[in-house]
């Protein structure tokens, strides 16, 4: 199979010369074994945890593990034997070499709560989205509607596959394997079905009543279910911008999965008509744009700095980048080829709030399918999604 480079590469890399060891976490397919089989094959000695033989000698002898795959190792899906932190730990202490130990994963909750408890001080934690815009250049041409497709490797790799059906596994192995065994959820098809309703939400603010209204089931249970959807890394909640400039703003996040060939699977979009001019094309273009912002933070290892900002007397910005405490870039997402200066209008709203108080409001812009950028206003640009993630 054809290798693509990834963004997170030289980040990665780096880090491997930094610490003691390093920590790859995302959801299934998005190919983290890859990665690391390509950058540590020579390097690193490898096992996974999904083989029953290996798992149970880990959980049941961990002395004899290390015994048998000696360091330096890469171990994949070990939420399965968290049991082995504490002997990671020791072998980590007492050598002090760096990139002793890469561990990956598939199920966010069990790994960062007992990394946090095990390994605190000796790891660092990275996040493997699905391929983003920059990555597998061949196959970038009209990016945004190979969307509809989604952006796993494989979907990539093999334009071949139905995306229906291939999603259609995955969230079924989803599921199965990430949730159930981990969470033990007794209404598994209200979790199937919340799924579905988020995805013709995407790139609304949530509605926590409402969505227990059409399931049946009580706030509490909705708000369990997304915050694993969100651990598990298939959504993202954006949160809103707290800063007070005079007006009561939203305070509930807005909701965006990490890939919209997810979403158009679970709301039945099977065109490019449907990207462009169906009922949700503003929303998925939107939630485009956020997925791709979130890969290149992730990929840069970092922490994505977004928020939204609005107002219950109708000011909205769609995303708030904040470079540094308080500096912000304002944005707006639009699915158009034609932008103009009316598109900016809330941004200047926000800019002249921002007057007196300890807020710097940088050059706004708007993100949409224009084929170069160029100047709106005398503080506000109009890009494409590449030009701008070149630019941030």
């Known amino acids: 199979m054809k290798y693509y480079k990834r963004d997170i590469e030289d980040v990665f890399k780096k880090a491997a010369g930094q610490f003691r060891v390093l920590v790859l976490t995302g959801m299934r397919q998005t190919g983290k074994s890859t990665l690391l089989g390509h950058l540590f094959q020579k390097t690193h000695h490898y096992v996974s945890l999904d083989n029953p033989r290996d798992l149970k000698l880990a959980q049941e002898d961990p002395e004899l593990f290390f015994d048998e795959y000696k360091k330096p190792l890469i171990i994949d899906e070990i939420q399965y034997a968290p049991q082995i932190l504490p002997y990671i730990k020791i072998r980590v202490d007492k050598s002090g070499e760096r990139g002793q130990f890469i561990l990956t994963g598939s ?52 334009p071949g596959h139905d995306p229906q059906r291939w999603f259609g596994s995955y969230v079924a192995t989803y599921i199965e394997k990430d949730v159930q065994p981990f969470y033990r959820l007794e209404k598994i098809t209200h979790f199937r079905d919340l799924l579905f309703l988020l995805a013709a939400r995407s790139s609304q603010v949530l509605n926590y009543q409402s969505l227990s209204n059409d399931l049946g089931v009580s706030i509490q249970a909705v708000k369990l279910w997304i915050s ?88 909205e910005v769609d995303i708030i980048i904040e470079e540094k405490a308080g500096v912000i870039r304002p944005c707006e997402i639009k699915l158009t080829k034609t932008p103009n200066s009316g598109m900016v209008n809330s941004i200047e709203r926000l800019r ?41």
């Not at 706004?364 to 941030?392: H, M």
Request: with cysteine.
């Open 228 to 315: 694993i959807l969100e651990i598990s890394q298939i959504i993202f909640l954006l949160r809103p911008y707290h800063v007070n400039l005079g007006s009561r703003i939203v305070k509930s996040p807005k909701v965006y999965f990490t890939d919209i060939g997810l979403v158009n699977y679970l709301t039945g979009n099977k065109s490019k008509i449907a990207l462009t001019r169906g009922v949700q094309a503003g929303a998925i273009f939107e939630n485009f744009v956020v997925q791709e912002l979130l890969k290149h933070y992730y990929n840069l290892g970092l922490t994505p700095p977004l928020y939204y900002y609005r107002t219950n007397n109708g000011l």
């Open 352 to 392: 002249g709030l921002s007057k007196g108080k300890k807020l710097s409001v940088r050059d706004g812009c708007v993100i949409s399918l224009v084929d170069k950028s160029f100047p709106l206003t005398k503080t506000s640009r109009a890009y494409n999604l590449k030009e701008f993630l070149s630019v941030i």
């Open 107 to 158: 199920q966010q909750f069990t790994m960062t709560h007992n990394l946090r408890e095990t390994l605190a001080g000796r790891a660092a934690i990275f996040h493997l989205l699905p391929m983003a815009v920059t990555e597998a250049k061949a196959a970038t041409r009209n990016y945004f509607f190979r969307g509809i497709n989604g952006s796993y490797p494989e979907l990539i790799v093999r």
